[in-house]
């Protein structure tokens, strides 16, 4: 079997196991994210993350965790053969010879690439699915009822076709190569360099799925503390009306919401990411390790 399939085979097992085990944190990062500044006087509609859940179910059930998972599951196996095969295509790129291990800093170097590639996918996929997610957070804050405007994943496609044309489907690009070229980055980066100090040198091909597990846990951990504000900006420019925007632009996004909230409104949701980013990377990092191993 061709490396480029190995790695595609691979990383949409990996891409799987992430989606499953992570979304519903997701859902609620979003909600946070995506809940609107409450007026003066008035608590949010959401006081933390266990409000969201508790919210969330009681309005749509357990299902309405996992909102918004169709776009991204239909999407996954495309989405990973890019990330991984773009990395393994750099990876040889920068070997010294075939089979070679590589050095950290060259890891970081195929993540920022996979990074690149991955955004024009990312881009699209992350818009829909945010758009189902923050549907009800958006409605009025403190109602029991949930405004549904979407039916689902392909619903919300053909609104936004409809109102802003296929353009619309790359609303928030900026910010999703800002949050995809370094955390990628860093996550492959942290990812290489973990897997080297448990092995004791550059060759990890000895390791168990425990090192595995710790290693990729991290990594996914990596990506999101470097980039978080850039995912926060990312989701609300997503989630904004197309046809009467509040924000004109990232950056006019980020000066609105430091004004309204300060630099805390730029971490809104960080707890639920960062409790999904080590359970869900590991799941990814040591399925796609076990099926790239088994094939050889």
């Not at 809940?35 to 006087?41: H, K, M, N, R, S």
Request: aromatic content about 8%; some cysteine.
């Amino acid at each position: 079997m061709a490396e480029v399939a190995k790695d595609l085979t691979a990383g949409t097992v990996g891409g799987a196991a992430q989606l499953i085990v992570g979304h519903p944190f997701d859902t609620i990062k979003v909600k946070l994210q995506s809940q609107p500044a409450p007026l003066p006087g008035q608590p949010p509609k959401y006081s933390g993350a266990i409000d969201a859940v508790k919210q969330t179910l009681a309005a749509e059930g357990p299902r309405g965790l996992y909102k918004g998972m169709g776009a991204p599951l239909a999407t996954v196996a495309a989405f990973n053969a890019v990330l991984f095969s773009v990395r393994g295509q750099m990876e040889t790129l920068l070997r010294s010879e075939p089979g070679a291990p590589l050095t950290v800093s060259q890891q970081v170097i195929c993540g920022a690439g996979a990074g690149v590639a991955v955004s024009f996918l990312a881009c699209p996929t992350e818009l829909i699915k945010c758009r189902l997610q923050a549907q009800s957070a958006l409605a009025a804050a403190g109602s029991a009822t949930v405004t549904v405007k979407y039916g689902g994943p392909m619903d919300v496609a053909r609104h936004v076709l409809s109102e802003a044309g296929l353009k619309g489907l790359f609303k928030g690009l900026v910010p999703t190569l800002s949050r995809e070229v370094p955390g990628n980055a860093a996550m492959f980066g942290v990812y290489e360099a973990l897997k080297q100090y448990f092995a004791g040198g550059k060759d990890t091909s000895g390791l168990g799925r425990g090192s595995l597990i710790v290693a990729g846990g991290l990594a996914g951990a990596a990506f999101w503390f470097s980039v978080y504000p850039t995912d926060v900006l990312k989701s609300v420019v997503q989630v904004d009306d197309f046809k009467n925007p509040k924000f004109s632009s990232t950056m006019d996004a980020f000066r609105k919401i430091r004004a309204a909230e300060g630099v805390k409104g730029l971490y809104k949701g960080f707890g639920p990411a960062m409790a999904r980013s080590i359970p869900a990377n590991a799941a990814c990092f040591l399925a796609y390790e076990v099926t790239r191993s088994s094939l050889g």
